[in-house]
Protein backbone atom coordinates (compact mmCIF):
# COMPACT_ATOMS: atom_id res chain seq x y z
CA UNK A 1 0.00 0.00 0.00
CA UNK A 2 1.17 3.03 -0.96
CA UNK A 3 -1.40 5.55 -0.31
CA UNK A 4 -4.37 5.38 2.06
CA UNK A 5 -6.78 7.90 2.78
CA UNK A 6 -9.79 6.54 4.77
CA UNK A 7 -11.95 9.53 5.04
CA UNK A 8 -11.26 9.98 1.51
CA UNK A 9 -12.16 6.22 0.39
CA UNK A 10 -9.19 6.28 -1.62
CA UNK A 11 -6.34 3.49 -1.65
CA UNK A 12 -3.33 3.12 -3.94
CA UNK A 13 -0.95 -0.17 -3.95
CA UNK A 14 1.45 -0.98 -6.29
CA UNK A 15 2.10 -4.42 -7.68
CA UNK A 16 5.39 -5.54 -8.90
CA UNK A 17 6.49 -8.60 -11.63
CA UNK A 18 10.10 -8.47 -11.04
CA UNK A 19 11.93 -7.92 -14.40
CA UNK A 20 8.53 -7.42 -16.13
CA UNK A 21 6.36 -4.51 -15.25
CA UNK A 22 5.07 -2.54 -12.28
CA UNK A 23 1.58 -1.47 -11.99
CA UNK A 24 -0.07 1.31 -10.06
CA UNK A 25 -3.40 0.64 -9.01
CA UNK A 26 -5.52 3.39 -7.41
CA UNK A 27 -9.32 2.48 -5.96
CA UNK A 28 -11.75 5.55 -5.48
CA UNK A 29 -14.86 5.06 -3.83
CA UNK A 30 -17.73 6.94 -3.67
CA UNK A 31 -21.35 7.09 -2.47
CA UNK A 32 -24.05 6.30 -5.14
CA UNK A 33 -27.36 5.54 -3.41
CA UNK A 34 -28.50 4.55 -0.23
CA UNK A 35 -26.47 1.05 0.18
CA UNK A 36 -24.55 1.60 -3.04
CA UNK A 37 -21.40 2.35 -3.62
CA UNK A 38 -19.50 3.97 -6.95
CA UNK A 39 -15.97 2.43 -7.10
CA UNK A 40 -13.18 3.67 -9.54
CA UNK A 41 -10.63 1.70 -10.00
CA UNK A 42 -6.92 3.16 -12.30
CA UNK A 43 -4.70 0.88 -13.30
CA UNK A 44 -1.31 2.57 -14.79
CA UNK A 45 1.65 0.84 -16.14
CA UNK A 46 5.56 1.10 -15.98
CA UNK A 47 7.45 -1.52 -17.89
CA UNK A 48 10.85 -2.71 -16.81
CA UNK A 49 12.14 -4.88 -19.92
CA UNK A 50 10.98 -5.17 -23.55
CA UNK A 51 8.45 -7.88 -22.52
CA UNK A 52 6.92 -5.61 -20.16
CA UNK A 53 6.69 -2.96 -22.56
CA UNK A 54 5.53 -5.45 -25.13
CA UNK A 55 2.71 -6.25 -22.43
CA UNK A 56 1.94 -2.70 -22.30
CA UNK A 57 1.53 -2.20 -25.85
CA UNK A 58 -0.34 -5.31 -26.31
CA UNK A 59 -3.57 -4.26 -23.67
CA UNK A 60 -6.37 -3.03 -25.45
CA UNK A 61 -9.90 -2.58 -23.58
CA UNK A 62 -10.80 -5.72 -24.71
CA UNK A 63 -7.27 -7.54 -23.19
CA UNK A 64 -8.27 -5.33 -19.81
CA UNK A 65 -11.86 -6.39 -19.98
CA UNK A 66 -10.72 -10.17 -19.71
CA UNK A 67 -7.47 -9.78 -17.26
CA UNK A 68 -9.79 -7.53 -15.30
CA UNK A 69 -13.00 -10.04 -15.27
CA UNK A 70 -10.87 -12.52 -13.19
CA UNK A 71 -10.37 -9.62 -10.30
CA UNK A 72 -14.10 -8.76 -10.22
CA UNK A 73 -15.29 -12.75 -9.86
CA UNK A 74 -13.13 -13.29 -7.32
CA UNK A 75 -14.36 -9.82 -5.63
CA UNK A 76 -18.22 -11.23 -6.20
CA UNK A 77 -16.85 -15.35 -4.93
CA UNK A 78 -15.84 -12.70 -1.56
CA UNK A 79 -18.76 -11.21 -1.29
CA UNK A 80 -20.93 -13.74 -1.37
CA UNK A 81 -19.01 -16.02 1.04
CA UNK A 82 -18.13 -12.83 3.31
CA UNK A 83 -14.31 -14.54 3.83
CA UNK A 84 -11.31 -14.56 1.92
CA UNK A 85 -10.62 -17.10 -0.60
CA UNK A 86 -8.33 -20.14 0.67
CA UNK A 87 -5.10 -20.66 -1.77
Same mark, same amino acid.
Given at each position: ??????? +?? !? #??? /? +?? &? %??????? #?????? %?????? *? !????????? @?? &??????? #?????? /????? *??? @??? &?????? !? +?? @? *?????
Amino acid at each position: VTRYESA +AA !L #IEY /R +AV &S %PDVRVSR #ITVQCR %PAAAAR *T !LVEVTYRYT @GL &SEEGDAY #IDAMTK /RKFAE *TIE @GWA &SDIRAY !L +AR @G *TPATP
